[in-house]
């Protein structure tokens, strides 16, 4: 099992049994709207949302949440944990990783499963290995498949993990050219697949063909340094890329979820076919909304390099379009795209920007950087900021109701949100296992005082009560949110023209 020591609090364990729970005085927050109510959680589960409820006979714990929001913890839809990639693994494992959602007020997860290119590459025994490196989450978690090459045998087993594994989500690289990358036909084939499924087709924009003439370009006139890694994925090859998998999704009346949007080009892509009709979901992560291209360009070269990711960060100018969309609903989820490199790793490229591993952290950041960012700038609402961080992924990927709000029957996993806390990011204390932060020195007015993951109270007030082990695999139905309009616009079909 791919998981790091046990790390227990100085004061107290986390008990894995869910406990009679009560919430006092707070103010419920939903997508849909905010009320005065107490919350009453029995055995993991919220059985009672009301005002002034009485404490019940046998309660272990009344929390008083005066002057706080109750909200559904976060949902982090975008993760690789332990993730084999560029000669190495992601440096955060599903322990580590998990405990940075509770330390942020998440209380879910949903990890990439990326099987090998190719000819033993199967999608069944990817399966089984995230499964098995799991086991040491902290709090709930579940899985996307990936596509990383096409023929029958990755066809059929995608219907094993759709209709009997609880997989109903499967990503398609457009970029990392000879590693992840799928061809146009491969593309159109699996989507094809994917409506046939009911499940949800995700795409990397990026146009890997492009890129890699680029990152040859660039290496070539001699810039070597992290610098080159934005200079050689330019919007365009994004906005480019979100046309194709727009496109073919339109084609095939089939829905679409493009992942980690960042620049004006690929927001613009999505609108457009939004107008049109087309099912297609956007999706952005907390990097590009707050950290800019600059930092890449750092004379620093480990802090540059901790600032590689794909799609790369863009000009400050882009983050008013991402927002934009935000507040227009092209953008419907914020997640992270965690994928954290320790310097040494990142020290693999230190002559070749091409080799710099892609990725950095977000999962406990994420939450911080939307309210401030978000909530305190007056681009959101609370409502809102609760559907971008938890309810719009959990409709999305078929969790909701059982996750994403708080209401009588769903999960108890609930984040208690301070809006008078100040928080700064210390990557001396992070909870992520990388020593390098892109996020370090970060305040936000407004932070998670308390997280609850299935009735139990994991993090309170700085500190954190998480058990490896405690965390549940989450299998998802298909068809669903994404699907709602697939079936009516099948049935409008052309008619001949009788010329008899």
Known sequence: IHCTPIRYSKTRTRSTIAMKLLIQNGTVVNADRSFSADVLCEDGIITSVAPNLPIPEGVDRVVDATGKLVMPGGIDPH?????PFMGTHSFDDFQSGTECALAG???????????????????????????????????????????????????????????????????HFLAYKGALMLEEPELVQSFQRCKELGVLPQVHAEDGELVARKQKEIFDMGITGPEGHPLSRPPELEGLACHLSCTIAESLNCPLYIVHNTCREAVEEIHRAQSRGTRVFGESVVAHLALDVSRCSSPEWAWA??????????????????????????????????????TEQKMMGR????????????IEERLLVMWEHGVNQGRIDRNQFVALTSANAARMFNIYPRKGVIQEGSDADICIWDPELVRTVDE??????????????????????????????CYENGTLNAVAGAGRFVPRSLGGYAYETISPRDSIRPTPVDRS
């Open 79 to 83: 993760c690789h944990l332990k993730m």
């Open 105 to 171: 007020g998440s209380t879910m997860l949903i990890d990439f499963m990326i099987p090998h290119k190719g000819e033993g590459g199967s999608l069944l025994e990817t399966f089984n290995t995230w499964m098995e490196k799991s086991r040491c989450a902290c709090c709930d978690y579940s899985f996307h498949g990936s596509i990383t090459y096409w023929n029958e045998q990755v066809s059929r087993e995608m219907e094993i993990l759709a209709k009997e594994k609880g997989i109903s989500s499967f990503k």
């Open 305 to 342: 390099a901790a600032h590689v990711l794909s799609p790369p960060l863009r000009e400050k100018s882009h983050q008013a379009s991402l927002w934009g969309a935000i507040q227009a609903g092209t953008i419907t989820v914020i997640a992270t795209d965690h994928c954290s490199f320790n």
């Open 351 to 362: 002559n070749d920007f091409r080799r710099i591993p892609n990725g950095l952290p977000g």
């Open 428 to 457: 001396t204390t992070h909870r992520s296992r990388i020593e390098r932060n892109p996020f370090n020195g970060f305040t936000s007015r407004g932070a998670p005082a308390y997280t609850i993951s299935r009735g139990v109270v």
